[in-house]
T-cell receptor, first 111, second 116 residues
Framework: RKEVEQDPGPFNVPEGATVAFNCTYS??????FFWYRQDCRKEPKLLMS???SGNEDGRFTAQLNRASQYISLLIRDSKLSDSATYLC????????????FGPGTRLSVLP | NAGVTQTPKFQVLKTGQSMTLQCAQD?????MYWYRQDPGMGLRLIYY???????DKGEVPNGYNVSRLNKREFSLRLESAAPSQTSVYFC???????????????FGPGTRLTVL
């Protein structure tokens, strides 16, 4: 089993739609969780950290379920500019050597 | 601030050739990393440096060497390139501490390497 698994995608949705991405991780000792966004042929950039209580940033909501080892990202009112690959990232300690990246889920928002 | 910079952006090598990928950051971060990204596999850690003067192997270190030249610079060397090393290479940096595990990694623009 891979350490971090994500919905295989791609997701093709119309503008204005709500879309949810799921991610599961295998290391129960994982301490911190992130969603990164990667545009085509560009570097990954932090979209949001995921906290135990869940957190929201505008149209984006992230949830963490430690018991099920599951992370989700919800995007409401999708924009064309949301088209990208979304990477789930799990960190097992305080140093980046244990950042584990999921393979990513590609989203295309269509006009 | 330039953030994390990488050179070159593109490179084509023949099997057996060597080259060094350069990375520099101006954010005064203590930790730096080298990743490779291949289709369908996510980013995989090659080497990292938790602080100036230290380096450690990541998940896929074979065929690579690194040098943490100073706090700003972290280079990746391919001594004898192989086709299996065709990939996109990203350098990243972060401020890592024991106080918090939520340490964002900032990435450079990447180097697209093809080994023929």
């Amino acid at each position: 089993r891979k350490e971090v698994e994500q919905d295989p995608g791609p997701f093709n949705v119309p503008e204005g739609a709500t879309v949810a991405f799921n991610c599961t991780y295998s290391n129960s000792a994982s301490q911190s969780f992130f969603w990164y966004r990667q545009d085509c042929r560009k570097e990954p950039k932090l979209l949001m950290s995921v906290y135990s209580s869940g957190n929201e940033d505008g149209r984006f909501t992230a949830q963490l379920n430690r018991a099920s080892q599951y992370i989700s990202l919800l995007i409401r009112d999708s924009k064309l500019s949301d088209s990208a690959t979304y990477l789930c990232v799990v960190n097992a300690d305080n140093y980046g050597q244990n950042f584990v990246f999921g393979p990513g889920t590609r989203l295309s928002v269509l006009p | 601030n330039a953030g994390v910079t990488q050179t070159p952006k593109f490179q084509v090598l023949k099997t057996g050739q060597s080259m060094t990928l350069q990375c520099a950051q101006d954010m005064n971060h203590n930790s730096m990393y080298w990743y490779r990204q291949d289709p369908g596999m996510g980013l995989r850690l090659i080497y990292y440096s938790a602080s100036e003067g230290t380096t450690d192997k990541g998940e896929v270190p074979n065929g690579y060497n690194v040098s943490r030249l100073n706090k700003r610079e972290f280079s990746l060397r391919l001594e004898s390139a192989a086709p299996s090393q065709t990939s996109v290479y990203f350098c990243a940096s972060s401020y890592s501490s024991f106080d918090s595990s939520y340490n964002e990694q900032f990435f450079g623009p990447g180097t697209r390497l093809t080994v023929l």
